[in-house]
């Protein structure tokens, strides 16, 4: 599979700011997925995007497919310090393999 | 949504020895998968099981090193043969059920 582009590597802010990060990707996907995962953990899914140009929220979380199909974003408002972890964007084509192509993830430190 | 539990959640093993993963779901899926997530990065895929049949690896990764079973359709196994300190990471098992779950994953550790 391929690696995805995630940007930023890493985000140290103070808690109430609001946070942004994206990921590109060379190939169009039909299907973009967003995790957080915390130390020992295994990655939790937050937001499943599945159209081109949807925005979809989920408590203090936004995310967008992008319009071409080769991006997505996701926005974080008004940060506590229970948001640290690492975050992944991940890529799907439903109709082949249904395999997950990772970003790099973001890693995210909330100081009180 | 799909519950996933992986046994053992971590292990140390001598370098030559192998180790096997059981990952068990809490129903009935078609598509299961093993990732591999090395230390401070991100996941791979090593290969996706298919019950009744061989699994699929991806490029880079082979059946003799990681032999994989899929006896049906809530459980799978993932060995991880003659270990090296390489093979140092953490294993994840995943499922697609409409979206895709991970377990905990499997922290190894080879001397």
């Known amino acids: 599979g391929q690696q995805l582009n995630q940007s930023p590597q890493s985000m140290f802010i103070q808690e109430g700011e609001d946070v942004s990060m994206n990921c590109t990707s060379s190939?169009?996907?039909?299907?973009w997925l967003w995790y957080k995962q915390e130390p020992g953990e295994g990655p939790v899914l937050l937001i499943a995007?599945?159209?081109?140009?949807e925005l979809t929220s989920n408590g203090r979380l936004t995310a967008q497919f992008g319009i071409t199909r080769k991006d997505s974003f996701l926005n974080i408002s008004a940060s506590i310090p229970s948001d640290v972890g690492i975050y992944f964007c991940?890529?799907?084509?439903?109709?082949?393999?249904?395999?997950?192509?990772f970003g790099k993830g973001t890693s995210l430190l909330v100081t009180p | 949504s799909a519950v996933i539990s992986q046994k053992p959640s971590r292990d140390i093993c001598q370098r030559g020895t192998s180790l096997t993963i059981q990952c068990q779901v809490d129903?009935?899926?078609?598509?299961m998968f093993w990732y591999r997530q090395q230390p401070g990065q991100s996941l791979t895929l090593i290969a996706t099981?298919?019950?009744?049949?061989?699994?699929?690896?991806e490029s880079g990764f082979v059946i003799d090193k990681f032999p994989i079973s899929r006896p049906n359709l809530t459980f799978s196994t993932l060995t991880v043969s003659n270990l090296s300190p390489e093979d140092s990471s953490i294993y994840l098992c995943?499922?697609?059920?409409?979206?895709?779950?991970f377990g905990p994953g499997t922290r190894l550790t080879v001397l």
């Open positions: 099981a298919n019950q009744g049949s061989e699994a699929t690896y």
């Open positions: 995007l599945y159209k081109a140009g």
């Open positions: 991940a890529g799907q084509l439903r109709n082949s393999g249904y395999a997950l192509n």
């Open positions: 995943s499922v697609d059920a409409s979206e895709q779950f």
């Open positions: 190939s169009i996907f039909n299907t």
């Open positions: 129903s009935q899926v078609t598509m």
